[in-house]
């Protein structure tokens, strides 16, 4: 990983405090793009990955830190309460008394201070973790993008809940005043003697159905809300204007060229994912043919060390120092197989990741065509709802002007309206199963 990609996620996290201080400090008004930015920013998942980016680059340092020269030093301060002693050969009155005697070599204080430099040399094992660190830097990285295409696209589905619930609503509350007229025409003409009870009843409860609908989705564009301020990382209650049109949206013709789209999945960052993994997999390997190989190390040790009767270092007796300088190699010689197996299972491994590799590459051209076919029927529902409810609120007009005109039964006013409400209902679904489906199939492109 280069210096550019270290510094875009410090800029990344630096980007995520910024955005978290302004969302706190008031309303938000914001366009889809605007949306899907934010979301990118500061997101649970992607503060979450981005720390996890910034985690991977302090590991990175942490391998190099071990091939650097490391110092550790040491004090120690000892008091034997009852001094060592040892047996050796009367020396003194060889023949005469106990052929040992005890002895003592050490005072009852003694204190040490020193420093310990060491140097590793070389070492198999270190140069292959040189380059995991980083690939893990890389792959942390990619968790972050593929952290912020999911946040894209959870904030454009939760913008589109929203404007189609509030689309839903409008539409119904179209009907409602029609219905409110009518009933008002109706009862009056219960009261002269024209219409009967059941007439009234018939409009009443349509009247009745419609406002339950245009509350049920006034709540779902409550809960969408809810929803887009949870994808976008926003405290729940904060105000959110949406500016962006839904007949705006629908009529974006680079939404509609996606459809066409040519895709190229190795530049698809679910594929360079599993690229990583592959790499990472064979660095193991190849670690465990590091292993196999010797390491050398050297160290250098200064020490001062004082010894006395009573505690006073520096005193009578002086510090005597202690220094020492050498070389340690480590050579591998026989582990009964272990090594052997541990890298048969990496070897394993690895072509299992590589298979999942290939799979990887199989599955998004796969995902990306299935996604084209859905979108495309959703778009073909659409347009098809799109004229139904244009012909049922047509029939619905006619037939309350017939109604009015007494050429018309209740009978009739209000089977047209559970038609008219019907194609409402459809036509707000399949609106939201086309921008859903869009939303997915610019995932599927990795077009985020």
Known sequence: MTRTTTMRSITIITGITAALTGAAQGPLTLGLQQAMDLAAQQSYNVRASALEAQKSIARSKEVTAIGFPQINGEVKAQNFIDVPKTLVPNFFTPGIGPEYIAAQFSLPWNTSAGLTLTQLIFDGSYLVGLQAARELKVQSEEDLQKAQADARNQAAKAYYGVLAAEEGSRLVGEGIPLLEKSLREVTAMLEAGFMEQTDVDRISIQLEQARARQRDFQRQAEVARMLLALTLGTPQGTPITLTDKLEVLLADANEAALME??????????QQYANTIVRLQELNVRNDKAKALPSLAGFLSHQQVWNGPSFDPGGEYPFFPTTVWGLQLNVPILSSGQRHHKLKQDQLGLEQVRINQTATEQRLR????QQRTQTRSASDNFRTAERNLQLAKNIFDRT??????????????????????????????????????RADLRKALDLY
């Not at 789209?261 to 679910?270: A, L, M």
């Not at 796969?366 to 065509?369: D, I, M, N, S």
């Not at 005109?405 to 209000?414: D, I, M, Q, R, V």
Request: charged residues 15%.
């Open 261 to 270: 789209q040519p895709f190229d999945p190795g530049t698809h960052i679910e």
């Open 366 to 369: 796969t995902l990306a065509e």
């Open 400 to 437: 309350s002007i017939k109604f009015t005109n007494g050429s018309a039964s209740s009978f009739e006013l209000t089977q047209e309206q559970g038609n008219h409400l019907l194609a409402q209902q459809t036509y707000v679904q399949d609106l939201v199963q086309l921008l859903i489906a």
